[in-house]
């Protein structure tokens, strides 16, 4: 019990601990002779034993028992009270340590920190420190542990002392500094506050017993009593007075405040016959079966039949009726209201309203309140496209409980994706199905209500849907601009036409002219061998041209060159020996591309080239081994394009430096003479990397073919291209075109004479 009691010298404690002791001895007298007069043995008459010992403190301001002096009880039920033959009083002392009287009006804060403490040792506590009469019409016997850190006011130890008695029968009632112990059964007769009002808002929710007069203004006080008796515990009274029509109950403040919000609900304007009827719920939530029933009932003005119909043919005919004009019927329209209160408490649903319409919601209630588990069935799926482990993991997190709040709040932000309407279908589903994979078969198993199925199918067949693939086409180049000749490629652009079968490309091939270069137009064919007649003067060399076919937001990958071991680290040991730590790198074109298709047709794919070649160089990395070094090229991007269409990456320069050498035969190896007869040639030039891609989108296997097919005649135009002749009359061509027809949207730029004079 740490901070129970005041710190005080330690002559006051001995004094204090004498005091106790004595009291102790005491209270064991007293109830060794009440056990006597009750009846022979150790037990009471009831079986219950011997009441805990009380508690006493040491020097270390702790609760220490004090061995009983009867002998130890049998095991018995947990007491309970009982009446005691004489009240015992519980009497404050008169003065504290400084002479100063002690009430409860002068005390501003107790302590109230305990650890299995009897609640005897409780109530003496409250007289010694508050000032309390304590009388006790009632034994309370147990130990009951409480942590409180901070100090309580007196109002709040009184309410703390209620709840811990609520739990025993028992009840403390306050009348100035006098607490007298009774039974919550004798509380409803002795005094206790009394309160008047509707408003729960002002009722404070402790366990202190009142009595609350309910006025009522529509419904009937007799009628609305028996509706709320089974919402009472045993100990409370609710009694009706017809003179007032008003309610008057005997609980505890938070029971009451419980009530008269109920009462709140169905103490309403309602025209016509009126019933009220409760309804205890088994397996629904009250909140949910409430919700419906109001929804339902959302229209004030409704008139009863037509609400009967609209409950029918919601519930047992399986139609919408929110939005659905009901048919006038010959008979007169009585307007009513229906209204359904939930009380969490007791998952219990009180409605109120015209009888005819209660008939349906007792029908409609006992369907919602059906146990799920009796009308589950299993349903076996097999999938045709998706993967069965892969699909029951996602369906299994779209149905767990607790994306239901998730749910809800995001439902008026959802996207008009195939996804947000799968989860906007599956809000009240949350909970319902069971999906579990079977691998073997790759098929799900579905264990849910037959009234599920059918929208359980509908989200699997969205799930389970074709995944298009892409046939991505890449092209690797690399032009060569050296410092005698201005011979380069410029892609400035390259769009397909509006006819899809086109480019628009601009280049420079050096030629003199008054224009900066000339602009011109081919297809795809044409595209390939103007590429191969620059590779033919040997500007321009392809690296690679790797088709990737790859699905839908997955990463496909291609490695076109070799494996090369990499000395990573080199230790010589005490004896003198090398050990070398060796790993292996791919060394040469290495290209990445993971494709992703929205709904618009657009693809976003996102490229990741690399070029990597050894340089024939070295770097020591110990005193006896070399490690070779090897220039690497690469670039990361995300685009996005139409299907069909090409984009270029480029901008990827690399310097390089070559010396030649020119000699007379024989004289030029003389030495320092042979300076005389050759002469050295330093010549710098400069590489730029360009990468073409084009993916082609196929939504269905059977567009491949039609792809394949495209692909190998734009591989004959190539072969007929790789014939000499026909390189100078592909050129000729294209100069001619470029003279007779004006320049087209996008134009190049004269990068290549720039360059030159870096």
Do not use: W
């Amino acid at each position: 019990m740490h901070g129970t009691y005041s710190q005080s010298p330690r002559v006051s404690q001995s004094v204090m601990r004498l005091a106790l002791m004595l009291a102790c001895c005491f209270a064991m007298l007293v109830n060794a002779q009440l056990r006597a007069q009750d009846m022979p043995g150790d037990d009471d008459a009831d079986g219950t034993p011997p009441p805990p010992p009380p508690v006493m403190v040491d020097d270390d301001d702790q609760p220490q028992a004090i061995p009983p002096v009867t002998p130890e009880a049998k095991p018995a039920p947990k007491p309970m009270a009982k009446p005691l033959a004489k009240p015992v009083t519980i009497l404050p002392p008169t003065t504290d340590e400084n002479g100063e009287g002690i009430t409860p009006d002068k005390v501003k804060s107790i302590r109230m920190n305990f650890e299995n403490a009897p609640l005897n040792a409780i109530l003496e506590h409250l007289s010694r420190t508050a000032g309390f009469v304590v009388i006790k019409e009632v034994d309370v016997e147990g130990t009951i542990s409480i942590i409180a850190q901070q100090p309580l006011t007196v109002d709040e130890a009184v309410m703390l002392l209620n709840t811990m008695l609520k739990q025993r029968g028992v009840t403390a009632l306050r009348n100035e500094r006098i607490l007298t112990i009774v039974s919550l059964t004798d509380a409803k007769k002795r005094y206790i506050p009394v309160k008047a009002g509707n408003d729960p808002d002002v009722i404070s929710r402790s366990d202190e017993v009142i009595t609350q007069v309910i006025p009522l203004r529509y419904t009937d006080a007799a009628k609305l009593k028996d509706d709320l008796t089974p919402l009472l515990p045993e100990y409370a009274v609710i009694s009706a007075n017809a003179a007032s029509n008003s309610l008057i109950l005997t609980d505890t403040s938070s029971n009451v405040k419980r009530i008269v919000q109920i009462v709140r609900e169905l103490d309403q304007h309602v025209s016509g016959t009126t019933s009220v009827r409760v309804f205890p719920l088994l397996y629904a939530d009250a909140s949910n079966v409430a919700r419906i029933i109001k929804d339902v009932f959302a229209t004030e003005n409704s008139s009863a039949q037509n609400n009967a119909n609209r409950m029918r043919q919601m519930f047992f005919r399986g139609r919408r009726g929110g939005n659905q004009q009901q048919e006038e019927t010959g008979e007169s329209a009585i307007s009513n209201k229906v209204l359904a209160s939930a009380d969490t408490q007791t998952n219990t649903v009180a409605v109120s309203g015209p009888a005819d319409t209660l008939a349906v919601v007792a029908d409609v209630i006992a369907q919602l309140d059906s146990n799920p588990t009796q009308q589950q069935e299993v349903f076996i799926y097999p999938l045709k496209n998706g993967t069965a482990s892969t699909l029951a993991t996602r369906l299994t997190n779209l149905f767990k409980e607790t994306t239901t709040s998730n749910n809800r709040n995001n439902r008026n932000n959802r996207n008009n994706n195939n996804q947000a309407q799968t989860e906007t279908s599956a809000t009240d589903l949350t909970g319902e199905v069971t999906v579990v994979a079977d691998v073997d078969t790759n098929a799900l198993m579905v264990m849910t209500s037959a009234k599920n199925y059918d929208r359980v199918r509908k989200i699997i067949d969205d799930l389970d849907r074709p995944i298009p693939q892409v046939l991505i086409k890449v092209l690797v180049a690399e032009v060569t601009h050296d410092g005698s000749v201005d011979l380069g490629v410029e892609f400035s652009g390259l769009n397909i036409r509006d006819s899809g079968n086109g480019f628009e490309v601009g280049t420079n091939f050096g030629v003199a002219s008054a224009t900066d270069g000339f602009n011109f137009s081919l297809i795809e064919t044409n595209l390939n061998a103007a590429i191969h007649a620059l590779e033919s003067v040997g500007k321009l060399d392809v690296l690679s041209r790797p088709y990737i076919l790859t699905s839908d937001n997955k990463e496909a990958t291609i490695t076109v060159g070799e494996e090369v071991p990499f000395i990573r680290d080199s230790r010589t040991t005490d004896t003198g020996q090398t050990i070398n730590t060796i790993e292996y790198e791919d060394i040469g074109i290495i290209l990445s591309v993971t494709p992703h298709i929205n709904p618009d047709g657009l693809v976003i794919m996102d490229v990741a080239p690399e070029i990597s070649t050894l340089t024939g160089n070295t770097v020591p990395i110990s005193e006896t081994v070399d490690a070779p070094t090897f220039a690497k090229r690469s670039a990361s991007s995300r685009v996005a394009i139409q299907n069909g269409q090409t984009i270029v990456i480029g901008g990827l320069v690399q310097d390089r430096k070559t010396s030649t050498i020119d000699k007379v035969p024989l004289l030029g190896d003389i030495p320092l003479l042979g300076e005389l007869f050759k002469r050295t040639i330093d010549t710098k030039s400069k590489t730029e990397l360009l990468i073409f891609i084009t993916p082609h989108v196929a939504d269905q296997p059977e567009m491949l073919k039609a792809i394949s097919d495209a692909e190998e005649q734009s591989q004959e135009i190539v072969k007929n291209a790789m014939k000499g002749e026909l390189y100078d009359k592909h050129l000729k061509r294209m100069g001619k075109e470029a003279n007779a027809q004006p320049a087209p949207t996008v134009e190049s730029t004269p990068t290549s004479r720039s360059r030159k004079g870096k």
